[in-house]
């Protein structure tokens, strides 16, 4: 029964971490950018579009088709880069579990 205790105890403390590295995860921002920087957009927690930053010079007549491809580029690597912190955040929590049919995800 010893056994079963500890496995017990270690389940606890991986609902513990995976509590925690979600409230990490809920404060994570990440910024996407495209056109060397002329969009710039902030995605917070699951994806929550936070902030929209596009350079003056996008707004002139005539390049709405360039801001569209730009804003949607910039938006696709905010994304990448926060499902990449928060398979981070999966694989520091679970530790040794990770992987592990049944645990929970993101």
């Not at 971490?17 to 979600?22: H, L, N, Q, Y």
């Not at 921002?29 to 710039?40: A, H, I, K, L, R």
């Not at 994806?47 to 949607?72: H, M």
């Amino acid at each position: 029964m010893k056994n079963l205790g500890d496995l017990m105890k270690q389940a606890q403390q991986l609902q513990e971490k995976m509590e925690a590295a979600k409230a990490r995860l809920a404060e994570t921002e990440v910024d996407g950018t495209s056109g060397g920087g002329m969009v710039t957009v902030t995605l917070r927690n699951m994806g929550e579009l936070t902030r929209l930053v596009i350079d003056p010079t996008l707004l002139a007549p005539g390049e709405a088709e360039i801001l569209t491809d730009l804003i949607l580029a910039a938006h696709a690597d905010a994304r990448r880069k926060l499902e990449g912190r928060q398979q981070e955040l999966m694989r520091d929590a679970a530790g040794m579990f990770a992987g592990l049919p049944g645990l929970p995800t993101f």
